[in-house]
């Protein structure tokens, strides 16, 4: 039997009845990636993971990740494994502690692979910047089509069965947009839910723990380990976690949804509004109480611009202390200047020098007022629809991309309607740090398109169990490259 291919808690019984070991999993996992033609690593733990999974051997019947293998993204502090954020500035850097996530996980005996690549410095959206190259969508064999960043390698990594779940990070839509491309469940809680310390930062106001899953009450068994106040991050909540998994399998009717106007109206693709339609069908059979939401369509085309001053901005001033001296290869100079200068030249890629032009550019004095100031009190009047809206309804819902994967060689026209609004409104639950979760809606020429749900803060029980009520009617828990499915919606 493939055990790997199995869902998180079958997999668990498994080990349980001592069907298979963790040495067993990991051991098999690292075959997989070794021979992974996807480009999702940047380094593989072989020694450590092979060493560490031999020391458990009295499985935890009570601890579904016991010896469970997983992928960690590639800027998450990990303790003497190199960790440079798929960026060349970052080569050779060697971590000398944890990320609290790390521990945690480890704390629970769940076994760390290796790093998986990203966008540079998680800045991008392609899976097409990180310094070894591109990332390719495990759905795809002709490798065309993209499976989105920036948490590009964790997506492949689960997508392809190599593990069962993987961290990343969410910044602007970077776990639930891949996790569309990629058949997954990609969930990123409320802000401040999970703790950031050891999470290098991008853009801190933006910037969540996320992960990738093949089913929901994955997600949600995963999150009752990662969820919690910790001393180290002064960002994290005090509010009491919760069982997650607690509201799965309960009926959802009752429940209130609201479908965002802008983003429907936006898609151009019919068969994506087609199974929407479904979904929201579906729903309403279930006893959903179905309402149209509007945010304003002015206030949806101007998001992405909103995002990017914001989150540009932010890495510049977050990301000044990669400058050769303090972080990053020393090339000699003349002066601390001439160091730097050369550091960045060679160190970052285009994408990168231009975000931080742009971020530079937006913080300079005379230009505050006009667009990192403007930028924000805009942010103020989304969040502040955002939450208008979510007095009306229990959850927000949309398509979490405009269609199934784009091929890299395509462009788009980043001025339409469905580029700014379906294709990047999911920024929305970072700019108000609310839990938001993408699952698999149907396939198209064997390629995955999600669907997502946006929920008040710290309501992320709620919002598991609308999830697995509609990934319940979808047919598709479990989906993966090697386990394609019809769907039934």
Partial sequence: MDYLDLPLLELHKALVNKEVTPFDLAKEALNRAHRDENNAFEYLCDEEALS?????????????????????????????????????????????????VIELLRDKKAVLLGKTTLDELAMG????????????????????????????????????????????????????????LAGLVGFKPTWGRISRYGLFPFAPSLDHVAYFSRDVISSALILDVLAGRDEKDATSSFVPVEKYEENIGKPIKGMKVGIIKEVYDSLSNQATKKHFDSAIEALKNSGVEIKEISLGHDLMESLYATYFVISCAEATSNNANLDGIKFGPYRAGNSYEEVMNKAR????????????????????????DELFLRAQKNRAKIVDEVNKALKEVDFLIAMAAPGIAPKFTQKSDKLSREYLIADNHLCIGNFAGLPSITIPLYLENDMPVGINFTGRAFEEKELFQIAAALEKETGLAGLSAKNKKEGNL
């Fill in 345 to 368: 030249t060679q160190g970052f890629s285009e994408l990168i020098k231009r975000r931080f032009v742009i971020g530079s550019y937006c913080l300079m004095k005379e230009n505050q």
């Fill in 125 to 180: 959206g392609t899976g097409m910047t990180g310094h070894l190259g591109i990332t390719y969508n495990p759905f795809d064999p002709s490798k065309e089509r993209m499976v989105g960043g920036s948490s590009c390698g964790s997506a492949a990594s689960v997508a392809a069965s190599i593990v069962p779940f993987a961290l990343g990070s969410d910044t602007g839509d970077s776990v639930r947009k891949p996790a569309s």
């Fill in 52 to 100: 560490f999974a031999k020391t458990l051997t009295e499985p935890e019947e009570d601890n579904v990740l016991w010896g469970i293998p997983y992928f960690a993204k590639d800027n998450f502090s990990t303790k003497d494994i190199p960790t440079c954020a798929s960026s060349d500035i970052l080569s050779g850097y060697v971590p000398v502690y944890d990320a609290t």
